[in-house]
Antibody, heavy 117, light 107 residues
Framework: QVQLKQSGPGLVQPSQSLSITCTVSGFSLTSYGVHWVRQSPGKGLEWLGVIWRGGSTDYNAAFMSRLSITKDNSKSQVFFKMNSLQADDTAIYYC???????????WGQGTTLTVSS | DIQMTQSSSYLSVSLGGRVTITCKASDHINNWLAWYQQKPGNAPRLLISGATSLETGVPSRFSGSGSGKDYTLSITSLQTEDVATYYCQQYWSTPLTFGAGTKLELK
């Protein structure tokens, strides 16, 4: 069955970077894109970006300057990196599989990030 | 960016009753709308795509309707397990955007 499993740190200091690995199973990264979404009490659900099955990416303009999404198809892994973190980046970060359109039919378990010194 | 407005942040509901959750887009989204259910501690769960297409495994008491800018998620005969927060999401254009959510609370 389709699964997305996330790994990454839960606490980073201001100005540092966040790196999360999303390891997928039950589907191929060459067949489906993987999106990244975050959720916070203050801003709700925010779409961050996507890596398409062909490897190209699209980012939310609000985050484009400090966001990078890459992947390794052979390892079924997607890599998320966000730089220059501040306190308002505190949120739960999710990877999610693209469905038949740009909606999300399967989600990772989430990575809870706290940005604090 | 397309703004998604869920007019009710909270709805007080009764078991066995009918629930209607509304979502309005700031521009036409041509039925490119999804609905999600989220329970505390869990990731959102996809219920409906294409405004009206029920995902496999989702109970038939859930239904979606709407067109243009205005969309609705309905739940008939509300069950205990339906008490959750519901979000709409447009995928007509990027950035993909979500509503702020409607939380169901039992009367």
């Amino acid at each position: 069955q389709v699964q997305l499993k996330q790994s990454g740190p839960g606490l980073v200091q201001p100005s540092q970077s966040l790196s999360i690995t999303c390891t997928v199973s039950g589907f191929s990264l060459t067949s489906y894109g993987v999106h990244w979404v975050r959720q916070s009490p203050g801003k709700g659900l925010e779409w961050l970006g996507v890596i398409w099955r062909g490897g190209s990416t699209d980012y939310n303009a609000a985050f484009m300057s400090r966001l990078s999404i890459t992947k390794d198809n052979s390892k079924s892994q997607v890599f998320f990196k966000m730089n220059s973190l501040q306190a308002d980046d505190t949120a739960i970060y999710y990877c999610a599989k693209r469905g038949g359109g740009n909606y999300f039919d399967y989600w990772g378990q989430g990575t809870t990030l706290t940005v604090s010194s | 960016d397309i703004q998604m407005t869920q007019s009710s942040s909270y709805l007080s509901v009764s078991l066995g009753g009918r629930v209607t959750i509304t979502c309005k887009a700031s521009d036409h989204i041509n039925n490119w709308l999804a609905w999600y259910q989220q329970k505390p501690g869990n990731a959102p769960r996809l219920l409906i795509s294409g405004a009206t297409s029920l995902e496999t495994g989702v109970p038939s008491r859930f239904s979606g309707s709407g067109s243009g800018k205005d969309y609705t998620l309905s739940i008939t005969s509300l069950q205990t397990e339906d008490v959750a927060t519901y979000y709409c999401q447009q995928y007509w254009s990027t950035p993909l955007t979500f509503g702020a959510g409607t939380k169901l609370e039992l009367k």
